[in-house]
């Protein structure tokens, strides 16, 4: 069998999944191409977050991909200005809530981000200045616990008001408007 493999740049409000059985209606991925029977999403994006999204028809592919030593890096726009500080504290690794119980988060990368890439786009609208300023940083983390870099900024006093993943391991978001599609060889 011949598998095959897309990019796609995951627009906010579509849920990472193909099949949704509960009664309230969802943006689907089938919904923004035609892809093959079989198709699996390679982890997953809340249905607030945007960006890269991986698909394969392989199973052995989303195994690889999923493991610890593949980085996944994500800009993170942040209520309010985030400090060195925060950004340095995120490095080192925070307390988090997962399933009811605290998890210190593994060691990651983080950086404050002046300028937002063009190819980022505006994205829908989060709430205008005389709510007080924003920033962006970005955290490439090896590990993926749920809505974990919104609780690893939150625990640093700055609350995500967008999240963005830029890239998965070698694969980047840069070139993908949201809502496209990329069919790739390999990842």
Known sequence: MNHRHFMLHKPHGYLSQFIYELK??????????PFPEGTMAIGRLDEDSEGLLLLT???KVSEQIR??????????????????????IMQKGVEIGVNGTKYLTRNCKSKLLPVLPDYIGPGRRIRDERHGPTSW?????????FRQ??????????PTLRLIRVRVGDS????LQAGAVKE???F
């Open 24 to 33: 309230r209606k969802k943006k689907l991925l089938g919904e923004l191409y």
């Open 57 to 59: 028809t392989d199973g």
């Open 67 to 88: 493991r610890k030593s593949v980085e996944k890096e994500y800009y993170a726009q942040v209520d309010g200005i985030i400090t060195q500080e925060a950004v340095d």
């Open 137 to 145: 940083v970005s955290i490439t983390v090896t590990e993926g616990k």
């Open 149 to 158: 870099v919104r609780k690893m900024t939150a625990a640093v006093g700055f």
């Open 172 to 175: 980047h978001l840069e070139g």
């Open 184 to 186: 790739v060889n390999a």
